[in-house]
Nanobody, 128 residues
Framework: QVQLVESGGGLVQAGGSLRLSCAAS????????MGWFRQAPGKEREFVAV????????DYADSLKGRFTISSDNAKTTVYLQMNSLKPEDTAVYYC?????????????????????WGQGTQVTVSS
Protein backbone atom coordinates (compact mmCIF):
# COMPACT_ATOMS: atom_id res chain seq x y z
CA GLN A 1 0.00 0.00 0.00
CA VAL A 2 0.98 3.58 -0.65
CA GLN A 3 -0.37 6.52 1.30
CA LEU A 4 -0.52 9.96 -0.27
CA VAL A 5 -1.02 13.25 1.54
CA GLU A 6 -1.43 16.53 -0.32
CA SER A 7 -0.73 19.96 1.10
CA GLY A 8 -0.23 23.51 -0.05
CA GLY A 9 -3.69 24.39 -1.25
CA GLY A 10 -5.42 27.61 -0.35
CA LEU A 11 -6.89 30.86 -1.57
CA VAL A 12 -4.93 32.95 -4.04
CA GLN A 13 -5.71 35.88 -6.28
CA ALA A 14 -5.73 35.51 -10.03
CA GLY A 15 -2.21 35.81 -11.39
CA GLY A 16 -0.69 34.40 -8.23
CA SER A 17 1.18 31.18 -7.59
CA LEU A 18 0.86 28.13 -5.38
CA ARG A 19 3.02 25.10 -4.81
CA LEU A 20 1.32 21.86 -3.94
CA SER A 21 3.12 18.98 -2.29
CA CYS A 22 2.27 15.29 -2.19
CA ALA A 23 4.06 13.15 0.38
CA ALA A 24 4.09 9.44 -0.32
CA SER A 25 4.72 6.74 2.27
CA UNK A 26 4.52 2.99 2.42
CA UNK A 27 5.58 0.83 -0.53
CA UNK A 28 6.69 3.77 -2.63
CA UNK A 29 9.27 1.61 -4.43
CA UNK A 30 6.36 -0.18 -6.11
CA UNK A 31 5.20 2.93 -7.96
CA UNK A 32 6.06 3.76 -11.55
CA UNK A 33 4.69 7.29 -11.70
CA MET A 34 2.91 9.94 -9.72
CA GLY A 35 0.45 12.40 -11.08
CA TRP A 36 -1.83 15.29 -10.28
CA PHE A 37 -5.49 15.54 -11.17
CA ARG A 38 -8.10 18.14 -10.35
CA GLN A 39 -11.86 18.20 -10.03
CA ALA A 40 -14.03 21.28 -10.07
CA PRO A 41 -17.61 21.22 -8.74
CA GLY A 42 -19.93 19.48 -11.16
CA LYS A 43 -17.09 18.41 -13.44
CA GLU A 44 -15.18 15.21 -14.04
CA ARG A 45 -11.75 14.65 -12.61
CA GLU A 46 -9.19 15.85 -15.14
CA PHE A 47 -5.53 15.14 -15.69
CA VAL A 48 -3.04 17.85 -14.76
CA ALA A 49 0.48 16.37 -14.88
CA VAL A 50 2.51 13.21 -14.35
CA UNK A 51 6.12 12.35 -13.65
CA UNK A 52 7.51 8.92 -14.49
CA UNK A 53 10.30 7.37 -12.47
CA UNK A 54 11.77 5.07 -15.15
CA UNK A 55 12.41 7.84 -17.64
CA UNK A 56 12.20 10.94 -15.40
CA UNK A 57 9.86 12.29 -18.06
CA UNK A 58 6.84 14.49 -17.48
CA ASP A 59 3.58 15.10 -19.24
CA TYR A 60 1.03 17.87 -18.89
CA ALA A 61 -2.50 18.61 -19.89
CA ASP A 62 -2.22 20.64 -23.08
CA SER A 63 -4.12 23.58 -21.59
CA LEU A 64 -1.75 23.84 -18.63
CA LYS A 65 1.64 23.62 -20.34
CA GLY A 66 3.78 26.60 -19.50
CA ARG A 67 1.95 27.48 -16.29
CA PHE A 68 2.24 24.30 -14.23
CA THR A 69 5.40 22.32 -13.44
CA ILE A 70 5.63 18.91 -11.81
CA SER A 71 8.78 17.82 -10.01
CA SER A 72 9.93 15.49 -7.27
CA ASP A 73 12.58 15.12 -4.62
CA ASN A 74 15.52 12.78 -5.18
CA ALA A 75 13.96 10.09 -3.03
CA LYS A 76 10.86 10.11 -5.23
CA THR A 77 8.68 10.27 -2.15
CA THR A 78 7.46 13.84 -2.54
CA VAL A 79 5.99 15.27 -5.69
CA TYR A 80 5.38 18.96 -6.22
CA LEU A 81 3.10 20.93 -8.49
CA GLN A 82 4.18 24.51 -9.06
CA MET A 83 1.25 26.53 -10.37
CA ASN A 84 1.87 29.99 -11.79
CA SER A 85 -0.35 32.63 -13.37
CA LEU A 86 -3.35 31.08 -11.73
CA LYS A 87 -6.80 31.74 -13.13
CA PRO A 88 -10.25 31.46 -11.54
CA GLU A 89 -10.88 28.42 -13.75
CA ASP A 90 -8.03 26.64 -11.96
CA THR A 91 -10.24 26.48 -8.88
CA ALA A 92 -10.68 22.83 -7.96
CA VAL A 93 -9.75 20.12 -5.55
CA TYR A 94 -6.32 18.86 -6.55
CA TYR A 95 -5.53 15.19 -6.08
CA CYS A 96 -2.24 13.36 -6.04
CA UNK A 97 -2.14 9.82 -7.40
CA UNK A 98 0.37 6.99 -7.78
CA UNK A 99 0.51 4.20 -10.30
CA UNK A 100 2.05 0.74 -9.99
CA UNK A 101 2.02 0.07 -13.74
CA UNK A 102 4.81 1.20 -16.00
CA UNK A 103 2.77 1.92 -19.09
CA UNK A 104 4.74 2.03 -22.34
CA UNK A 105 2.90 5.07 -23.60
CA UNK A 106 3.16 8.08 -21.32
CA UNK A 107 -0.22 9.32 -22.44
CA UNK A 108 -1.74 6.34 -20.67
CA UNK A 109 -1.11 8.15 -17.42
CA UNK A 110 -3.62 10.82 -18.42
CA UNK A 111 -6.43 8.50 -17.38
CA UNK A 112 -7.55 8.25 -13.73
CA UNK A 113 -7.86 4.50 -14.22
CA UNK A 114 -4.07 4.27 -14.60
CA UNK A 115 -3.61 5.02 -10.91
CA UNK A 116 -3.89 2.72 -7.94
CA UNK A 117 -3.57 5.11 -5.03
CA TRP A 118 -5.11 8.52 -4.38
CA GLY A 119 -4.76 11.22 -1.80
CA GLN A 120 -7.63 13.02 -0.12
CA GLY A 121 -7.16 16.17 -2.15
CA THR A 122 -6.37 19.78 -1.36
CA GLN A 123 -8.58 22.73 -2.26
CA VAL A 124 -7.25 25.45 -4.51
CA THR A 125 -9.39 28.56 -4.89
CA VAL A 126 -8.42 31.35 -7.25
CA SER A 127 -10.30 34.61 -6.80
CA SER A 128 -10.79 37.09 -9.60
Amino acid sequence: QVQLVESGGGLVQAGGSLRLSCAASGRTFSTSAMGWFRQAPGKEREFVAVIRWSTSSTDYADSLKGRFTISSDNAKTTVYLQMNSLKPEDTAVYYCAASRTNYIVTASFRQPSAYDYWGQGTQVTVSS
